[in-house]
């Protein structure tokens, strides 16, 4: 079975400090797709960042990246220099090979602190 | 290009009325799926389709019908309105891949509250 584990419901960081959201997950495809995603008070859905399963190198995007341990299972968030703007719920997501389905954690909610 | 476009936004029905949710996506990809969003709960699967014709169940499909009859359009029709289907709604839309890759793009939601 699929599952996405993000332990952390709320966090907290001082503006400009970097921060990392915890993501960890379970899956029996060889080949699969780990993503995530910020939902601003506003609510809509936006796509950060992804890391295939078959990628050596970490993924980067600006100041987002993502600590990709396969052996761990796990595919942390780091925010670099965190913006008041980041205040938002993060969510980790994972798509397998088989069924082509999303498969996302509960969340986590991270306010930035002036 | 509109991206994936959803209405209404906003919602509300009386326990026992139906309704269609539209969600629709100029980006011609194949694979279209519908979620619920609860406090707590992050984002659940309710139907998905993998292209026209095609429609399956996800997580939590009670209560819900889809149909997929063109590539662009994937409604999402409540049977029998209950107040467990309060909710915020999502629709999204991706590229069918066998790798695992590309990211799905959401519609902006519609928020339903049954009373």
């Known amino acids: 079975a699929q599952k996405i584990t993000q332990t952390q419901p709320g966090m907290f960081v001082q503006e400009k400090e970097a921060v990392t959201l915890d993501c960890t997950y379970d899956t029996s495809d060889q080949s699969y797709g780990l993503f995530w995603y910020k939902q601003p008070s506003s609510g809509e859905m936006i796509f950060l960042i992804y890391?295939?399963?078959?990628?050596?190198q970490n993924a980067t995007e600006g100041r987002y990246s993502l600590n990709f341990q396969k052996a761990r299972k796990s595919a942390n968030l780091v925010i670099s220099a965190s913006q008041l703007g980041d205040s938002a719920m993060y969510f980790c997501a994972m798509r397998g090979y088989t069924g082509n389905q999303f498969y996302f954690g509960t969340g986590t909610s991270l306010t930035v602190i002036p | 290009n509109a991206g994936v476009t959803q209405t209404p936004k906003f919602q509300v029905l009386k326990t026992g009325q139906s309704m269609t949710l539209q969600c629709a996506q100029d980006m011609n990809h194949e694979y279209m799926s519908w979620y619920r969003q609860d406090p707590g709960m992050g984002l659940r699967l309710i139907h998905y389709s993998v292209g026209a014709g095609i429609t399956d169940q996800g997580e939590v499909p009670n209560g819900y019908n889809v149909s997929r009859s063109t590539t662009e359009d994937f409604p999402l029709r409540l049977l029998s309105a209950a107040p467990s289907q309060t909710s915020v709604y999502f629709c999204a839309s991706s590229y069918l891949t066998g790798t695992g890759a590309d990211t799905q793009y959401f519609g902006p939601g519609t928020r339903l509250t049954v009373l």
């Open positions: 890391q295939g399963s078959y990628d050596e």
